[in-house]
C-alpha cells in the first residue's frame, strides 16, 4: 500500500474541486494515482463537509445535495465575500441565487401538492374499482361458457352428435 504525501493527497483534492472539478479518472491517469484512492480521499473529504464533486461536471449538473451545501456555505455571506466565493468555485452568483430560491421553494406549495394528490388518487381509486367490476363481470362470463362448454361435451357423450336432416 502506497503512502501519499499530504501535499500530494492535497494538490489532487483542489483539483478535484471546483473551478478544475477534473474527474477521478483523468485525475488518476494525470497523477498517477489509483481511482480507489481518490474515491477515498473524495469521499472523506465530502464527509469533513467540503464540497468535492469531482465528477467533471459543470455547476448545473451537480447533485442537488452539492448544491444544497453551496446555499449553506453562501447564506451568511455579503456580496463581496459572495464574490469571492464564486470565483475560489468556480461559480457564478446567480447560480447560487437561483439554487436558494429552489430551495426555499422547495416546500411552498405543499398544500396544492397534497390536494391535487387527494383528487388523483380518487380518481384512480373510482378507476381501480371499475376495472374491478368489470374484470369480475368477464370472470363470471368465461366461467359460464366454460360451464356450458363441459355440458355440451357431456350431452354429446350421452345422446352423441345432433345430425341435421
Excluded at 501535499?7 to 483539483?15: M, T, Y
Excluded at 491517469?29 to 469533513?48: D, P
Aim: hydrophobic residues 40%.
Amino acid at each position: 500500500m502506497k503512502h501519499y504525501s499530504a501535499q500530494r493527497k492535497e494538490s489532487a483534492l483542489q483539483k478535484m474541486m471546483p473551478p478544475s472539478n477534473i474527474s477521478i479518472t483523468q485525475l488518476s491517469i494525470e497523477m498517477g494515482i489509483g481511482e480507489s484512492t481518490l474515491y477515498n480521499w473524495r469521499k472523506q473529504a465530502v464527509n469533513k463537509g467540503h464540497l468535492v464533486p469531482g465528477d467533471g461536471k459543470n455547476a448545473e449538473q451537480w447533485s442537488s445535495a452539492n448544491k444544497f451545501s453551496v446555499v449553506l456555505e453562501t447564506a451568511s455571506l455579503n456580496q463581496a465575500e459572495l464574490a469571492e466565493y464564486c470565483r475560489n468555485k468556480g461559480l457564478y452568483a446567480e447560480q447560487i441565487v437561483a439554487w436558494r430560491s429552489a430551495c426555499m421553494d422547495a416546500n411552498a406549495n405543499v398544500k396544492e401538492q397534497e390536494k391535487t394528490f387527494i383528487i388523483e388518487a380518487k380518481k384512480d381509486k373510482k378507476q381501480i374499482n371499475q376495472l374491478e367490476k368489470e374484470l369480475l363481470r368477464k370472470d363470471r362470463a368465461l366461467a359460464e361458457t366454460a360451464a356450458l362448454l363441459v355440458l355440451r361435451k357431456k350431452a354429446n357423450a350421452i345422446w352423441g352428435e345432433i345430425e341435421d336432416e
